[in-house]
């Protein structure tokens, strides 16, 4: 289902093809056989493996926001680190920036981790032994870059994350956010073409969890890197991704926009998760539309069909004619203040969904 | 345990006892067995015995071939020259130093690990090595100690290194290093002199042997403890496994790695008294004399010089742990003290003058001999009850049963608490030493070590729960445990010596105030450990204190207790062979006869395998009993 969304397969950074990670023992059997698609648990049972990963495919454009989202032990941690053989993947084709990571040699891959994928952990994995100026400049230091050059540039990435004048600081005097920040800056460093977030937020609290969402949607704003992001939390990876993978047991059950996912989830799972999302904060009208009544006057205000529910309510409220949804020039359909009201009363949890999408 | 008995999984069918009447029936039928065959198929002790013999002719054999043979040409010669080499290297340099010059230096070191604190400890220390009349016999110790620890580190460290970075080394490596971890120390003294010869070089390499498992563990142990994100986080930016190493691993483990140190100077200076059996030079020989004269005023201030060596070389270690950087202030008032001694040392006299010196030989043995009569009712109180209550009849019972009965009780009884295999072992090493001729002292030793551990057991449990259950008393007992776990186990050899004479009481006297410490310690952790959550639970529910600790602190303590059990039991089997010197008769008073007399050579160098095999078998019996399910 991800092959025919991102259709410029050519120009994606990343591209994953049918990749498997098994833990456990004989791990290629278990993939050789029939027992790969059993269910988590006669998995365990017959084989004492476990599917982590399951025949996972996706692409990631260039420059894009790509969020990997599930509970915990829905494979998605393994899952990103595989994309850099951090954990080696069973099976399947990993490319960064066409290069097959599969059959990439160690020096090549150290080369691969060097200057193109960098990554922020969770746990930060800050080296409490070394000065903020030091842990930022490690991934320079390992490359080989002399001393000056490589503070020169820990400076300018302390500034880009908002940390000057805690270069000569220990982490351990640091707040979890100002670490978390540490950890972003030494991954920024290197200057890599794809950054790799592995629930980075997730030890937050979550007032200090926006901050850095904020943080990190400016970062890409100006350094245009390339994003994959890891989280378990359905509200971050709304509000960051532009495409968003949900995972279950080791599948990816969906995968598509944020619109898509609230608006036309595939299966009862999916549809369980995005319940609880204001769905006018989410949808556009083109979800709501429909066909004008004949005796519409179809002479109200005209707005696009891509703006959010939300931002009509003005356009309805100041008209008491209909809303003509347009793409382009196309007429797609009509809102009324009925229409929107019924997608706000729906924020409210109420089971009231599926018809409506049926329209969309 | 008298926690409530929960009945075994038991098969269909079978009626379910309580766990206690298994060992109740084997009780039973080990009583009725002895009534029926005792005096029959004992093994009394025979000091010609074929396996004496033979290591006296191996040891003949070896002795002529020692320049033929070509493992000892190419190999163990120049270990042994290497050895001597080092030690005797050391020993020039630190003798050369002078007096006044290796007390600055320590100042020195002590300032750079520590501040000025340290320093003047350890200049203090030292001064007090001369003081007590003993600096030369401090040097050459701390020549053997140094000489030893600096091979255990090069060979200890990379090896932990490499156990603590991959889990197959691991594997590999931890049955080895449990081995050498029951050995009670003179078992490794034998062989030593088989292949080094007596004096220092084979004494170093006891004392190498002795520390490195401490070593090889913690080493590897601090690499394990490095958080995996970190790691990751390295390896995820391109670093090399050298680069992490280096920058990450090695950084991260530093103030562990320095335990390790610390830990393994711990144990070499242990080692070192022990080692004067084989001339090991230094203060060793003075405490060793001492004991076999049963003499407390010649012994004392070497047992003295040997506390302050451990307490400066411990604090010393630990500051230098703990550091961050030294700064430039240090750097220079480092250098200058070891100038000053330097200096000094070219005006002072070459010895230790004389008029400075202390000698407290006399007051010590007339106090002894004080305590000896004014207490002598109280401590042959405590000697006789002890030994007509308990040691006689156990010993008496032990070895004029048949062997076979007793095995059968062994095996039994290891089946019952830890399962088939550690039942075979445990039978494996009780056969191995009536096979080597030694069941008769064999069964002598146990005796000792059984009441030893009853009494070890009884008083750490009573000090760890009290502890456990008053922050005071706690706060007071703490310090004086970790005095007393710093102390190498021949200084408790002294007291007991002073109060019972050189008897078995005395080694079990030195072994319960030596093992006590970590029972202790071990107990009020386990009982510490308890969730508070679970604590408050039994308390909202209207549990007395005794119910909460019955019910259940002690139950979910049950593993560090018995972990407790199992460290004690090793650690007394240890101490009471080292007994041997002071009377405790038994394997470890061959081990130490076989270093006298070249004749009781091969007893000794079995007696040594006993009792390695003996604490095996303890180990066995207990150890699988924290396997089990918990309640």
Redesign the interface.
Known sequence: MAAERSSASDGAVIEVAGLWKIFGPRSERVLACSDKDLDPAALREKTGCTAAVRNVSFQVRPGEVFVVMGLSGSGKSTLVRCLTRLIEPTAGEIRIGGEDVGSASPARLRELRRHQVSMVFQHFGLLPHRRVIDNIAYGLEIQGMARADRYRRAREILTLVGLDGHADSYPDQLSGGMRQRVGLARALAVDPQVMLFDEPFSALDPLIRRDMQAEVMRLHREVGKTMVFITHDLSEALKLGERIAIMRDGSIVQLGTAEELVGAPVDDYVADFVRDVPRSHVLSLRWICRDPESDEHLDGPVLPADMIIRDAIPASTASARPIRVVQGDELVGVVDRVDILTAMTSDAGAPAVHAEKASA | MSAPAVPVTAPQGTLRLPRWAVLAGIAVLFTVGYLLYRGTGTLPHDDEAAPFLFINDARETIDAGRNENPLFLYLINYLRLFTAGLYDLLEVGLTALGWPGLIGVMGALGWLAGGWRIALLAAAGFVSFGVLGLWEASVLTLALIVAAVLLALVVGIPLGIWTGGSARVRRLITPVLDVMQIMPTFAYLAPMVLFFQIGPASATVATLIYALPVTIRITALAIEQV?P??I?????????RR?TLR??QL??A?ETIALAINQTIMMALSMVVIAALISAPGLGSDIVRGLSRANVGFMLPAGVAIVIMAIVLDRMTMAAARRRVSDRVSYVAAGMLALAGLALAAVLPAEFPEEWRISFAGPVNDAVTWAKFSWYDVTTAIKNISSEALLNPLQGLLTSAPWWLVAAAVLAVAWWSSGVRPALTALGCLVAIALLGLWEHGMETLTTVLVAVALTLLIGLLLGIAAARSLRFSAVQRPLLDAAQTMPAFVYLLPALALFGATRFTAIFASVIYAVPPVARLVEEGIRGVPPTVVEAAVSTGSTSGQLLWKVQLPMARRAILLAANQGIVMTLAMVVVGGLVGAGGLGYDVVSGFVQRTDFGMGFTAGVATVLLGIMLDRITQGADRRPSP
């Open positions: 958080s994100t970190a990751e986080a390295s390896a995820s930016l391109g670093a090399t680069q920058k990450v950084p991260m530093r």
